[in-house]
């Protein structure tokens, strides 16, 4: 073989590895902004995620204080209402003691179950509602009292 053709044979093969490179390097280059694009996208999928998450947790936050709250509430309401159940727990000594016989009206006892069930029935209920959940459970508290008043003798 002469040296020119070899020459030649040896610059095409170079030529050849040239665009080679030239195409790998754009392959890589390709792949790395498709690579690029993909870690965008999940790092898009786990803010969307995470600011879920932070949603949920402020929710369940606010659920939380306000059943703290309605629990404080009751407890505020039970300490409060603790001497009529005083007296309540006093009536059957009267009835030992003094021959006194209580009756017990089913209308009354009907019409306080119903409004308990009312009570009862609203558990998400906006604060507006829960004061007139507890202004109805106070007037409930009334009746029984005057129930037992009324029957205590």
Known sequence: MSLPK???ELQDK????????????????KLEERAKALEQKIM?????????????????????NDLEQRLGQITQET?????????????PNLEATEGVSVEINPAV???SA?????????????PAAERGDSE??????????????????
């Open 14 to 29: 170079r030529s050849k590895l040239e665009d080679e490179s030239h195409s790998l390097k754009d392959e890589q280059k």
């Open 79 to 91: 300490t409060t209402n603790e001497p009529i159940d005083e007296t309540a727990s006093q009536t």
């Open 6 to 8: 070899e020459l030649q």
């Open 136 to 153: 109805s459970h106070q007037d409930n508290e009334k009746k029984k009292h005057k129930f037992w008043e009324a029957h205590r003798y």
């Open 44 to 64: 898009e999928e786990l803010r969307s995620k995470n600011e879920e998450a932070r949603q949920n947790i402020s929710h369940l936050e606010s659920r939380i």
């Open 114 to 126: 119903e409004n308990s069930a009312a009570v009862m029935s609203v558990n998400d209920s906006s």
């Open 109 to 111: 006892v009907e019409d």
